[in-house]
């Protein structure tokens, strides 16, 4: 039986060489050509930073995991990373091998009182250049107690300015919602990165997400800018998934990062094991994609 003939690859016209002549163009997940994302120089000394808020109303959609893994992998490249745990779950915390239980003195103590050193509430975790300013549940006080604060939406941005210079790159953890605390964190950030599951369902919110940030800049923050938007959760395999992730790039053309983080069981065993993928399972495809996604991040200028 005469073997199938192989599918031919996608090509497009390139009006710099001749009209007859055609290229192959290896397209990524998103639909277009991968870029070059060449290894990022040593940096001479550390700061000032570029504060970074991973946010989404949405539940569920990978921020915590993206806020670690992101931040190990700027950290393995001589990045020195501040994660900050903006939400009262204390998932990212927990995720960094810190217990938020057994804290005294957490964010919230930092928001609320400044009478603490944000230098003795910083600790250490077991990357190498990579710190965590840790949340508990105490920080679902935070929101009632700002209300009636002089220039509330400013608390998180004082409570970080001290160590601002000690760090290259701070990401921001936050809740699940578009509350006080979420535009604390906007107001004192310079870009946003917006992570979306490559689900129907989570493309709905995403014009709200972009209407707040807008009010921010508008308002309160003017340097605010969307650094990307990060699809999350991608299975290839899925025509659903590919759909959704074609209609992102529609709808948001420069701002969607050609970096996707696939799906895999490797996650939920690094967040047990309370480390980076990028530690946990070096080698694995998840951790590939967290060293892109710091290489196109730098490249697009949202990193030092």
Do not use: W
Not at 9 to 16: A, F, G, I, T, V
Not at 59 to 82: D, F, Q, Y
């Amino acid at each position: 039986m005469a073997a199938r003939p192989a599918r031919p690859r996608r090509r497009r016209q390139d009006s710099s060489v001749n009209a007859n002549q055609q290229l192959d163009i290896d397209l990524g997940p998103t639909g277009r050509p991968m870029p070059e994302l060449p290894e990022p120089a040593p940096l001479d000394g550390h700061g000032p930073a570029r504060i970074i808020s991973m946010v989404n109303q949405k539940g569920g959609v990978g921020k915590t995991t993206s806020v670690i893994n992101l931040g190990a992998a700027l950290a393995e490249i001589g990045r020195k990373v501040l994660l900050v745990d903006l939400d009262p779950q204390g998932a990212l915390s927990a995720g960094t091998g810190v217990n938020p239980y057994e804290l005294d003195v957490t964010v919230y103590n930092l928001l609320m009182d400044r009478k603490h050193d944000v230098r003795d509430v910083i600790q250490e975790t077991g990357t190498e250049n990579l710190d965590v300013l840790p949340a508990n549940i105490d920080l679902s006080a935070a929101e009632v107690q700002l209300v009636n604060e002089v220039a509330r939406e400013m608390a998180l941005a004082r409570v970080l300015r001290p160590v601002a210079d000690d760090y290259d790159v701070i990401i921001i953890d936050c809740q699940p919602s578009l509350g006080l605390l979420t535009v604390n964190a906007l107001a004192a950030s310079h870009g946003v990165v917006i992570p979306l599951e490559a689900e129907y369902f989570a493309l709905r919110g995403v014009a709200l997400l972009v209407e707040t940030i807008e009010k921010v800049q508008d308002r309160i923050n003017p340097r605010l800018e969307i650094d990307g938007i990060l699809i999350t959760m991608f299975d290839p395999r899925t025509l659903h998934a590919r759909e959704v992730c074609q209609r992102v790039v529609q709808a948001f053309p420069d701002k969607v990062f050609h970096t996707t983080i696939n799906r895999t069981v490797k996650f939920p065993d690094a967040s047990v094991a309370a480390e980076p993928i990028i530690s946990f399972a070096s080698s694995n495809k998840g951790a590939d994609a967290y060293r892109q996604l710091a290489r196109e991040l730098i490249s697009r200028g949202g990193a030092a």
